[in-house]
């Protein structure tokens, strides 16, 4: 099986979420950045850093639950040196509260500033970032428990902004910024494509399938042998062939059925079910991006 792979998505509507970020921007004092923990790399937008450099920042590294949590220390060591970050999971709300935590934390001396200027319980205010499919709706949710409270329009804030309270002294912006992913190689793409940020339907679906298997069989393949079944016999028959992932793709559609008439296996079945196990965590916590 070749890889005629050539993935290439950019929404139009790029430029005009960056122009609005930007404007919003002037009202935020902390950035919040939202990256799927298990593709760090590819779940960022490059205009991040730019266009925030002279806000404060967190980096929360999200779906850390479907993630490898040996790999999920690395990539905190690392985006520490270069903002605070925390390991979230939007779903089962973990690492939610350390977050209004940390805000307030990396708030603190410009809070005392404000109290010297006899400014008082000055309101701090939040703005989330993040590309699409980063688990953004659910943070939101989370953080404000799922109680939207608006805030209600201010003297110099434009009437449709709204603003959610997520704590005594904080707010957020509640039409968080989507930035959309640039495609810099082929690997982000994929990474894109694995994790269904790129929808199935703009993809090859066998092709994808067939390139996370390779990095499933390079990196986490005790997780595959148990997953569906495959005895060190059968995998070893496999690495005799002459194309051994795309047999081992064969192997996996026969154990789940996923059969046409004759007893062929279904490739786009079998993808199909590759993807949805990998992005359901039934193949284990998976990293596919390493510091």
Partial sequence: MENKLNINFYPG??????????????????????????IPVASRNPDIAEITKNKKRIILL????LSDDKVNQKWLDKLSKEAPTLLTDSNSGKGID?????????????????????????TIRVMILGIPNVGKSSFINRISKKTTMEVGNRPGVTKQKQWIRISKTQELLDTPGVLWPKFESQEIALNL????????????????AFELLKILEREYLNNLKERYKISDEEYDAIKATANPTYELMRLIGKKRGALVSGGNVDDEKTARIILDDFRNCKIGRISLEKP
């Fill in 193 to 208: 494509a694995f994790t269904g940020t790129i929808k199935d339907d703009l993809i090859e679906r066998v092709e994808v």
């Fill in 62 to 65: 999200n779906k850390s639950d």
């Fill in 13 to 38: 509507h790029m430029a005009k979420a960056r122009r609005q970020i930007i404007e919003d921007l002037k009202l935020i004092d902390v950035v919040i950045e939202l990256l799927d923990s298990r």
């Fill in 98 to 122: 350390k977050v209004v935590k940390k805000i307030d934390e990396i708030m603190e001396e410009e809070k005392q500033r404000q109290a010297a200027r006899g400014r008082v319980n000055k």
